[in-house]
């Protein structure tokens, strides 16, 4: 039997500043080693002084996962030496006095399956290396520390998955969690990462470290599960270890023996007292959760009766479901989940056109009454939306300027009618027996005005002059 269990780091990528100073928590938009000050480099002297916020928002995350938060928490160091940790120690938690990390024990479920968590602990980032040739030649390794203290949250599960495939479904159940929590942008380079450990027939569990994208975690997983079963097969003993995933060649190499706990030399962080929490906080946190995935689905079948499907990737998604939010009222909502899932997704499909992407929920409204009033056709509404997502103009400019406006004068359809009417004097003579047919004539007139006619206004007039 193959056991997997997941170690998650997930930045909070939403906070303005690192866990323990005032640099910036969005290190990414530096010059290399300019968003450091003398507390995330450890200088001697320095103190490091907690950010509330981040509690507030590790806490909620514990909460989504149904885990126990303690009202009690304590900060660790665990001492290791490598160039990308400054002080030579990293500040994170640790359960050896009981449940003190921001989250104990909770569960996600997976279809049927149950995947425990074991706890959720709150810690600092280390720095960035750089290396100069591929991980396994390394010419010359640089260090940009802009990283080293941004907020990080761990989530560490049991051994609870069995296939690459449940690793899969969970990661992005995970990360559509965290994005809809408001706490990290899991699209961020960098901003999820995993170890994984693989064990198979109740043998030995080998760490894979370093997996730097929950793309590469399933491949790393399938490819860890195909090593230990090919050498199980021909009698070889796997032994315990760490391996690290190579991300340009997807293999996993042995790097070096795991290391016990007791090699980090773990003690409490003396310049961090015990955090009591206040039950108050714990209680507005609660209050305040965003609703859940699993909720606004329901929510929107229910009540704006939308397939299942559709609310599923609706509600996934919080950009897309926060768009909806904003736009939707009850009598359009329907019409507003269909164009964001038919048309909208796949005009901005990547993070990229996502960024650039100018629509706005007030160009969603205006679309869909549109649509339903019979100014514009459902066809002319892609075009448009094209047009609004590229320049975010009015709904009425991009009509105009495209000429996108359904054909609705009155006077101006009955000439096209009839001109079809006296083309088509078979279907006219079929149409006041076979109702069906008229369809056709419909179908006739939207071909002489490309698509434009007010199909509600064309059938009226068809059906009064054919009599
Ligand atoms: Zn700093």
Redesign the pocket.
């Known amino acids: 039997m193959t056991k997997i269990g997941l170690e998650i780091h997930c930045q909070l990528t939403n906070l303005e500043s690192?866990l323990?100073?005032?640099?910036k928590a969005n290190y990414r938009e530096f010059e290399i080693n300019e968003?450091?000050?003398?507390?995330?480099?450890g200088l001697p002297g320095s103190l490091p002084r907690l950010n509330q916020e981040a509690v507030k928002k590790a806490t909620i995350i514990a909460m989504a996962l149904n885990c126990t938060t303690p009202d009690k928490i304590a900060f660790f160091r665990k001492n290791y030496f490598y160039p990308d940790l400054p002080k030579n120690f990293q500040i994170t938690q640790l359960n050896i006095y009981g449940d003190t990390s921001i989250g104990g024990t909770g569960s996600v479920t997976i279809g049927d399956k149950e995947i425990r968590i074991r706890r959720i602990q709150l810690e600092e980032d280390p720095g960035r290396l750089i290396y100069e040739g591929s991980s396994s030649k390394n010419l010359i390794t640089l260090v940009d520390y802009n990283r080293?203290?941004t907020p990080l949250v761990e989530i560490v599960t049991e051994p609870d998955f069995e296939s690459p495939k449940q690793v899969r479904e969970f990661v992005n159940i995970l990360s559509d969690l965290l994005e809809n929590l408001g706490v990290s942008d899991p699209g961020l380079d960098g901003a999820m990462r995993a170890d994984a450990n693989v064990s198979i027939e109740g043998g030995k569990k080998v760490e894979i470290k370093n997996i730097d994208s929950f793309h590469d975690l399933e491949k790393a997983v399938h490819f860890e599960i195909t090593r230990q079963e090919s050498l199980h097969s021909r009698d070889i003993q796997i032994i315990q270890e760490t391996r690290h995933w190579d991300e340009k060649r997807k293999i996993t190499v042995s790097s070096r023996s795991k290391e016990e706990d007791l090699d980090y030399r773990y003690f409490l962080e003396g310049d961090i007292p015990w955090i009591i929490i206040d039950p108050e906080m714990h209680k507005e946190l609660k209050s305040k959760m965003p609703e859940s995935i699993s909720s606004k689905k329901e929510r929107y079948i229910s009540q704006f009766d939308i397939p299942a499907q559709v609310a599923d990737v609706l509600s996934s998604d919080k950009f897309y479901s926060d768009l909806f939010e904003e736009s939707h009222t009850k009598d359009n909502a329907k019409e507003i989940a269909n164009i964001i899932t038919t048309d909208l997704m796949g005009l901005v499909d990547t993070r990229e056109k996502r960024e650039e992407s100018k629509i706005t929920a007030t160009h969603l409204k205006d679309l869909s009454d549109s649509i339903q009033s019979g100014k514009i056709s459902r066809n002319s509404a892609k075009n448009a939306l094209y047009e609004i997502v590229k320049t975010g103009n009015d709904l009425s400019q991009v009509i105009s300027k495209l000429d996108l406006g359904n054909v609705s004068d009155e006077s101006e359809l009955s000439e096209i009618i009839q001109k079809v009417i006296s083309e088509e004097s078979q279907a006219v003579k079929e149409a006041k027996s076979n109702p069906q047919t008229i369809n056709y004539l419909v179908g006739k007139v939207m071909q002489k005005t490309k698509g434009k006619a007010d199909p509600k206004l064309t059938l009226d007039l068809l059906k009064k002059q054919i009599g």
């Open positions: 690192k323990f100073c005032t640099c968003n450091i000050c003398p507390i995330c480099m080293a203290g």
